[in-house]
């Protein structure tokens, strides 16, 4: 047989098996587990198999284990997953799948629940037929979480019989053996994490760092809804109350966009258009939704792994989007024959999607798995949801009129906007001229090294101005508050001065003509005073920059300068305050009598230039905040509910945090 015949077979063989899609066979024993390579590596080099040894590495190891517990449930199997956290530092993860296999493995002579914990690429996933479906690190996940625990142990609940077995830094304490009788299935996994300590140096994950509710919390509840019917319960044992929550949704993605459009006014009271769809082996889960902002929030998943850059599956349902709606708008005199088709822009302007697809071995374009690269997802995508889209267009025309006109209208802004970007464009780096007049430039041309600080009022400007480093600092002088930008499209911003002027400035351009290589500061500092007026005005430039500008906060070009709120003499003795707290505790270190003399700052422009240098911008003493979205989605809706058009969620937020304002001035 040649070659090329012979590749042929092996496609059509493999076509066959990836056509019966998620369905398993329910033989999952150990000689489903594939040996590839051993785990020394893991403990001395953690950073290549869960990015980081700090706080989001820690975090790391549960969504592996709660991976493993969730491929169980994709290849039907697992029902309810519950995610414990203990008052000693550890976490378990309990499912009711069929339960590690347990029989010898027949290459290791070893128990095959044990070789997968101990030995790297050792796992039902690596083409033995345990999984058509899997996420997590494809394998890795358990033995990885072993390696990089002081202590862990193992009890599977499988054939009337409980199996134990515990392990210390990735190293078994004693064989597998059977410690009692149970009529259930499933794997529970409690691993207490290696980190560092007094008592223990060695150990791998910075000292101090602790699992975090909320984002555990938002991350199961993300799982929750991207696997429909999925039970997971979340307990923190860690406070003086137990804390439970209870995510389970039989709507799934559904859910989700609403979940996501909570805080948003829906376009019509439909419930969301929803799409599933099985083709080639790929299975293609799409919800979507129009909202009353002028924001698009597409998602997308492959195998439950976000991928925040995209990939096959998010081309694939952006050129369905745009294919059906333009052929809605012709077919029904929406567009006229002499007007141009929409475009991607306007289609999705307002647009809450969730695209999640489900396949047997997806290819990502990096390590990091952020964007999916597997070409034949596009066309799947791309015909399900044209074909999907079209008659939902076609059987609810209330529907349709308005999402057509809310993306004519689009356009027409969008053509706008175009005009008005023009005159906030500068022609060269060179040419001066076309800066803002109030601009106080830097004498750096290289972005690396520059920084400029936006700062409001006159006065707080001058200080700025006399007291900054001209080599490399820029100040950029606001008049009271910029647009809110939440509630206008981009034409209406840009009709805002000091918008205009920080667009000028900054020389990267605006929305999808965004170019950070001609970005001209590296560090934007938003520096407002330490009042709730300062933060207000903090709170619209950061809204301004997450929605139009987002890849300077996603690459963390944006900060937020700290300057102190109070300063505290006694004798010799001068510190500056940056809190209420800190103030306590300063008066205390040198005694309250006789009594020290406490300067409180109302706003930075009370400050000399020299106050405001030392304390605020000069990089050998100042502080300052990166601002970064560690959860894109969490930013959105944090944002909608701050900055957005609903009175009664931002009250009811400002009533339940109320308790983190300390000093408000009235």
Request: glycine share 10%.
């Given at each position: 047989m040649s070659e090329e015949m012979r590749n042929a077979a092996e496609n059509e063989s493999l076509a066959e098996e990836i056509e019966k899609a998620i369905q398993v066979t329910e033989d999952y024993g150990e000689e489903q587990i594939q040996v590839l390579e051993g785990l020394e590596a893991v403990r001395k080099r953690p950073g290549m198999y869960i990015g980081s040894t700090d706080v989001r590495g820690l975090h790391h190891l549960v969504y592996e284990i709660v991976d493993n517990s969730i491929d169980e449930?994709?290849?039907?199997?697992?029902?309810?997953?519950?995610?414990?956290?203990?008052?000693?530092?550890?976490?378990?993860?309990?499912?009711?799948?069929?339960?590690?296999?347990?029989?010898?493995?027949?290459?290791?002579?070893?128990?095959?629940?044990?070789?997968?914990?101990?030995?790297?690429?050792?796992?039902?996933?690596?083409?033995?037929?345990?999984?058509?479906?899997?996420?997590?690190?494809?394998?890795?996940?358990?033995?990885?979480v072993n390696a990089l625990s002081r202590h862990l142990e193992v009890t599977v609940y499988q054939d009337g019989k409980i199996y134990r077995q515990e392990y210390e830094r990735g190293k078994y304490l004693y064989d597998l053996k059977v410690i009692g009788e149970t009529d259930r299935t499933g794997t529970t996994i409690r691993?207490?994490?290696?980190?560092?300590?007094?008592?223990?140096?060695?150990?791998?994950?910075?000292?101090?760092?602790?699992?975090?509710?909320?984002?555990?919390?938002?991350?199961?509840?993300?799982?929750?809804?991207?696997?429909?019917?999925?039970?997971?319960?979340?307990?923190?044992?860690?406070?003086?109350?137990?804390?439970?929550?209870?995510?389970c949704f039989q709507g799934g993605l559904r859910e989700y966009v609403s979940h996501i459009n909570r805080n948003k006014g829906a376009l019509l009271p439909e419930e969301p258009i929803y799409t599933?769809?099985?083709?080639?082996?790929?299975?293609?889960?799409?919800?979507?939704?129009?909202?009353?902002?002028?924001?698009?929030?597409?998602?997308?998943?492959?195998?439950?792994?976000?991928?925040?850059?995209?990939?096959?599956?998010?081309?694939?349902?952006?050129?369905?989007?745009?294919?059906?709606?333009?052929?809605?708008?012709?077919?029904?005199?929406?567009?006229?024959?002499?007007?141009?088709?929409?475009?991607?822009?306007?289609?999705?302007?307002?647009?809450?999607?969730?695209?999640?697809?489900?396949?047997?071995?997806?290819?990502?374009?990096?390590?990091?798995?952020?964007?999916?690269?597997?070409?034949?997802?596009?066309?799947?995508?791309?015909?399900?949801?044209?074909?999907?889209?079209?008659?939902?267009?076609?059987?609810?025309?209330?529907?349709?009129?308005?999402?057509?006109?809310?993306c004519v209208n689009a356009a027409r802004a969008r053509e706008a906007a175009r005009k008005a970007r023009e005159a906030t464009r500068r022609k060269t780096v060179l040419e001066s001229a076309s800066l803002p007049g109030k601009l106080a430039d830097c004498s750096e041309r290289d972005p690396a090294k520059c920084e400029i600080f936006m700062v409001e009022g006159d006065s707080a400007g001058g200080s700025a101005k006399g007291g900054r480093d001209s080599k490399f600092q820029a100040i950029l002088p606001l008049r009271g508050k910029i647009l809110n930008v939440e509630k206008v499209r981009l034409d209406r911003a840009l009709s805002n001065a000091e918008i205009r002027a920080m667009i000028t400035a900054f020389g990267c351009g605006i929305g999808e003509e965004f170019d950070e290589s001609k970005l001209r500061y590296h560090r934007i500092v938003c520096m407002t005073d330490a009042d709730v007026d300062g933060?207000?005005?903090?709170?619209?430039?950061?809204?301004?920059?997450?929605?139009?500008?987002?890849?300077?906060?996603?690459?963390?070009?944006?900060?937020?300068a700290m300057p102190p709120l109070y300063k505290v003499t006694k004798g010799k003795f001068e510190r500056y305050v940056y809190d209420d707290d800190e103030l306590q505790r300063v008066l205390d270190e040198i005694g309250r009598e006789p009594k020290p003399e406490i300067q409180r700052y109302k706003g930075l422009g009370e400050m000399s230039s020299q106050q405001l240098w030392d304390t605020t911008m000069n990089p050998e003493t100042r502080m300052m905040m990166r601002i970064t979205p560690d959860d894109a989605m969490e930013a959105d809706q944090l944002f909608t509910l701050l900055m957005g058009e609903e009175v009664e969620p931002r009250k009811q937020f400002i009533q339940e945090n109320s308790d983190l304002v300390k000093d408000l001035d009235v």
């Amino acid at each position: 047989m040649s070659e090329e015949m012979r590749n042929a077979a092996e496609n059509e063989s493999l076509a066959e098996e990836i056509e019966k899609a998620i369905q398993v066979t329910e033989d999952y024993g150990e000689e489903q587990i594939q040996v590839l390579e051993g785990l020394e590596a893991v403990r001395k080099r953690p950073g290549m198999y869960i990015g980081s040894t700090d706080v989001r590495g820690l975090h790391h190891l549960v969504y592996e284990i709660v991976d493993n517990s969730i491929d169980e449930a994709l290849a039907g199997f697992c029902r309810n997953i519950e995610v414990t956290l203990y008052k000693d530092g550890s976490v378990s993860v309990q499912d009711d799948g069929r339960g590690f296999p347990v029989g010898i493995h027949p290459k290791t002579g070893r128990p095959a629940v044990e070789v997968c914990l101990t030995v790297l690429h050792a796992g039902g996933k690596f083409g033995g037929g345990g999984y058509k479906v899997s996420g997590g690190l494809h394998g890795v996940g358990a033995s990885v979480v072993n390696a990089l625990s002081r202590h862990l142990e193992v009890t599977v609940y499988q054939d009337g019989k409980i199996y134990r077995q515990e392990y210390e830094r990735g190293k078994y304490l004693y064989d597998l053996k059977v410690i009692g009788e149970t009529d259930r299935t499933g794997t529970t996994i409690r691993f207490w994490p290696d980190i560092k300590a007094e008592n223990n140096p060695e150990g791998i994950f910075e000292e101090g760092a602790s699992f975090e509710f909320s984002t555990l919390k938002t991350r199961l509840r993300e799982m929750a809804y991207l696997n429909k019917g999925v039970r997971i319960v979340f307990r923190d044992e860690r406070g003086e109350e137990p804390v439970e929550k209870d995510y389970c949704f039989q709507g799934g993605l559904r859910e989700y966009v609403s979940h996501i459009n909570r805080n948003k006014g829906a376009l019509l009271p439909e419930e969301p258009i929803y799409t599933e769809g099985l083709k080639d082996g790929i299975l293609v889960e799409v919800a979507m939704q129009y909202n009353d902002s002028y924001q698009d929030n597409i998602y997308s998943f492959a195998n439950n792994i976000a991928t925040p850059d995209g990939g096959t599956h998010l081309t694939g349902f952006n050129t369905a989007l745009t294919r059906a709606i333009n052929d809605y708008g012709r077919k029904y005199k929406f567009l006229k024959d002499s007007d141009a088709n929409l475009k991607g822009d306007d289609v999705r302007e307002s647009l809450t999607a969730i695209v999640s697809i489900k396949m047997e071995d997806p290819q990502f374009e990096s390590q990091t798995k952020s964007k999916l690269g597997s070409g034949q997802v596009r066309g799947v995508v791309d015909t399900l949801v044209t074909e999907e889209l079209s008659t939902y267009l076609e059987e609810h025309p209330p529907v349709g009129k308005a999402i057509l006109e809310r993306c004519v209208n689009a356009a027409r802004a969008r053509e706008a906007a175009r005009k008005a970007r023009e005159a906030t464009r500068r022609k060269t780096v060179l040419e001066s001229a076309s800066l803002p007049g109030k601009l106080a430039d830097c004498s750096e041309r290289d972005p690396a090294k520059c920084e400029i600080f936006m700062v409001e009022g006159d006065s707080a400007g001058g200080s700025a101005k006399g007291g900054r480093d001209s080599k490399f600092q820029a100040i950029l002088p606001l008049r009271g508050k910029i647009l809110n930008v939440e509630k206008v499209r981009l034409d209406r911003a840009l009709s805002n001065a000091e918008i205009r002027a920080m667009i000028t400035a900054f020389g990267c351009g605006i929305g999808e003509e965004f170019d950070e290589s001609k970005l001209r500061y590296h560090r934007i500092v938003c520096m407002t005073d330490a009042d709730v007026d300062g933060a207000h005005i903090r709170i619209l430039l950061l809204t301004f920059f997450y929605r139009y500008m987002r890849p300077l906060v996603e690459k963390g070009y944006v900060y937020a300068a700290m300057p102190p709120l109070y300063k505290v003499t006694k004798g010799k003795f001068e510190r500056y305050v940056y809190d209420d707290d800190e103030l306590q505790r300063v008066l205390d270190e040198i005694g309250r009598e006789p009594k020290p003399e406490i300067q409180r700052y109302k706003g930075l422009g009370e400050m000399s230039s020299q106050q405001l240098w030392d304390t605020t911008m000069n990089p050998e003493t100042r502080m300052m905040m990166r601002i970064t979205p560690d959860d894109a989605m969490e930013a959105d809706q944090l944002f909608t509910l701050l900055m957005g058009e609903e009175v009664e969620p931002r009250k009811q937020f400002i009533q339940e945090n109320s308790d983190l304002v300390k000093d408000l001035d009235v």
